[in-house]
């Protein structure tokens, strides 16, 4: 690079660039992506870092660079995007591409509509067609081929997400003229996702589920690339699931691991056949602190650690694997394109619990530990539930507290017939460096429960109120449940804390009673 007079640059074997192959040429193809991870911090770095050593170290390097969004936050201005996007991946751009989509941060000082602010003085996307693809006349949302794989990218933010709306009339013109044997879709806002935000609850979301969903797999989408919800999801192999909540009854077409080592990978018809299913990638990992609200049911594998993607297509084969900070390849999957392959729904397909998806947590309050508690048909208000309630005539027991189950340590063996309720309560302390969003209640319980922190009631589970009345709602202890706390982390305090739970039984006679909780800790990392 010059001015004209004098060089800019060094002469240097990373300054450089590869042009695209023609569009329809095989050629293997290294795709790295990765979201949310403009915060200059050392997540983002050790993401980076990790990225770059393992490409380093298996000799081959990526073609292609996806970022999913909030690439700078917290507004994604002129300066934030040079600290913690370029001067971060300097030696990375100096020689890939990188294919952006615009995040909630970004949108912040950067409009879809107009095509002005910093993110679109950032980067020059093809809006004309330049690089394969139907012209979209917008840098807010645009497509491009390289060789056999059809990208497309989709503004969630801030344009209008209706199906009759530019975006979504412009995306079925595209999808219908490609001939691409690959189609891989990215855009910020996810359509399935439980981690740090909600894709049952959030307009922008649900949009891009219930509108652009059906529009994609009825074109063969093969993956959908997300951020903003920070966490590391995976689905199975889908089809159809539009819903609102969304549900895994009739849209799972296959509910292995992917893993050509272990369920097996997933098959689909060779070219892009319509509905022959979806794997949904959540990659918001990228630089951001990793939690979750819950548990999405079509996920197959859900992740709180910082890293990224890496996709290898090769032909009809597409291996994908998530690269954590330290470097470790973790979750393994394939995509084998060939023949004709008609997609059959799994009846009954696998759901994911907590036990089976995340079991790297710390205990605060541990399984089997001692609680104060207290029988009987009636307690009102919440004295007993606060950190200085009088505990002179509680009795103390180890969980589970209950009857009529295995589970029960504590055996209640006068309560059947004579009384309904049970409080049981626990003091604890939250250990330095604890991150209150990562907490959660994980309790197998038989009927209903409210719980309480530090005597103000959260929630309630299987229960109802009507004023003071509380109508009781049959629930078996069939295993243990999560119920994450990140909602209300500022409501843990420094030190001593104190969590409550006021348990119900459906009916004096009921033939068993449970209640068996414990406090937990997500952590990051294996």
């Given at each position: 690079?010059?001015?004209?007079?004098?060089?800019?640059?060094?002469?240097?074997?990373?300054?450089?660039?590869?042009?695209?192959?023609?569009?329809?040429?095989?050629?293997?193809?290294?795709?790295?992506?990765?979201?949310?991870?403009?915060?200059?911090?050392?997540?983002?770095?050790?993401?980076?870092?990790?990225?770059?050593?393992?490409t380093r170290e298996a000799g081959r390097d990526l073609d292609l660079y996806l970022h999913l969004g909030d690439m700078a936050y917290g507004r994604g201005t002129d300066g934030e995007f040079q600290a913690k996007f370029f001067e971060i991946y300097e030696s990375r751009l100096r020689k890939t591409v990188c294919w952006?989509?615009?995040?909630?941060?970004?949108?912040?000082?950067?409009?879809?509509?107009?095509?002005?602010?910093?993110?679109?003085d950032a980067y020059v996307v093809p809006t004309k067609g330049e690089a394969g693809g139907v012209p979209s006349g917008k840098e807010a949302y645009y497509s491009f081929d390289y060789g056999e794989i059809h990208f497309i990218c989709?503004?969630?933010?801030?344009?209008?997400?209706?199906?009759?709306?530019?975006?979504?009339?412009?995306?079925?013109?595209?999808?219908?003229?490609?001939?691409?044997?690959?189609?891989?879709?990215?855009?910020?806002?996810?359509?399935?996702?439980?981690?740090?935000?909600?894709?049952?609850?959030?307009?922008?979301?649900?949009?891009?589920?219930?509108?652009?969903?059906?529009?994609?797999?009825?074109?063969?989408?093969?993956?959908v690339l997300t951020g903003h919800s920070h966490i590391y999801e995976r689905s199975m192999l889908i089809d159809g699931a539009y819903h609102t909540p969304t549900h895994n009854h009739g849209v799972v077409l296959d509910d292995g691991d992917g893993n050509p080592h272990g369920d097996g990978a997933y098959h689909k018809s060779e070219g892009l056949a319509p509905h022959n299913g979806t794997v949904s990638i959540v990659a918001g990992h990228g630089g951001k602190p990793t939690f979750l609200k819950g548990i999405s049911p079509i996920m197959r594998t859900v992740i709180l650690e910082y890293g990224s993607v890496i996709l290898d297509v090769e032909g009809n084969i597409l291996n994908g694997f998530m690269i954590d900070r330290h470097g470790h390849k973790t979750d393994p999957f394939q995509i084998?394109?060939?023949?004709?392959?008609?997609?059959?729904?799994?009846?009954?397909?696998?759901?994911?619990?907590?036990?089976?998806?995340?079991?790297?947590?710390?205990?605060?309050?541990?399984?089997?530990?001692e609680w104060h508690y207290r029988t009987g048909n009636q307690f009102t208000g919440t004295d007993w539930a606060k950190p200085d309630a009088n505990l002179e005539n509680w009795k103390t027991g180890s969980v589970g507290i209950g009857y009529g189950h295995k589970e029960a340590s504590t055996i209640l063996r006068g309560m059947r017939k004579n009384y309904a309720q049970v409080v049981l309560r626990r003091d604890f302390e939250l250990?330095?460096?604890?991150?209150?969003?990562?907490?959660?209640?994980?309790?197998?319980?038989?009927?209903?429960?409210?719980?309480?922190?530090?005597?103000?009631?959260?929630?309630?589970?299987?229960?109802?109120?009507?004023?003071?009345?509380?109508?009781?709602?049959?629930?078996?202890a069939t295993g243990e449940q999560f119920f994450p706390l990140a909602k209300y982390a500022q409501r843990f305090k420094p030190g001593k804390n104190t969590l409550a739970i006021h348990g119900y039984n459906v009916q004096l006679n009921s033939g068993d009673f449970l209640m068996n909780p414990r406090l937990v800790e997500f952590r990051a990392g294996p």
């Open positions: 690079l010059s001015n004209g007079e004098a060089p800019l640059t060094s002469v240097s074997k990373e300054l450089r660039f590869t042009t695209h192959p023609v569009i329809g040429t095989a050629k293997n193809t290294r795709i790295w992506v990765v979201g949310d991870s403009g915060t200059g911090g050392d997540g983002q770095k050790a993401v980076f870092k990790a990225q770059e050593k393992y952006p989509t615009m995040g909630n941060h970004e949108g912040l000082t950067s409009k879809g509509f107009s095509g002005i602010g910093p993110y679109y989709l503004d969630s933010f801030d344009l209008d997400r209706s199906t009759g709306a530019p975006m979504a009339s412009w995306l079925k013109e595209d999808l219908k003229q490609t001939k691409a044997k690959w189609l891989i879709a990215f855009w910020h806002h996810p359509p399935y996702t439980k981690g740090s935000h909600d894709s049952d609850k959030e307009t922008q979301l649900v949009d891009m589920r219930e509108n652009f969903m059906p529009i994609l797999e009825a074109a063969g989408v093969d993956l084998v394109k060939k023949g004709v392959v008609v997609p059959k729904v799994v009846e009954n397909p696998w759901t994911p619990t907590l036990k089976d998806i995340v079991a790297n947590v710390t205990e605060i309050i541990p399984a089997k530990s250990p330095e460096g604890t991150d209150a969003r990562r907490l959660g209640l994980a309790i197998n319980y038989d009927d209903g429960f409210a719980l309480y922190l530090n005597g103000t009631r959260l929630f309630d589970a299987h229960i109802t109120r009507n004023g003071n009345a509380v109508q009781v709602r049959n629930h078996e």
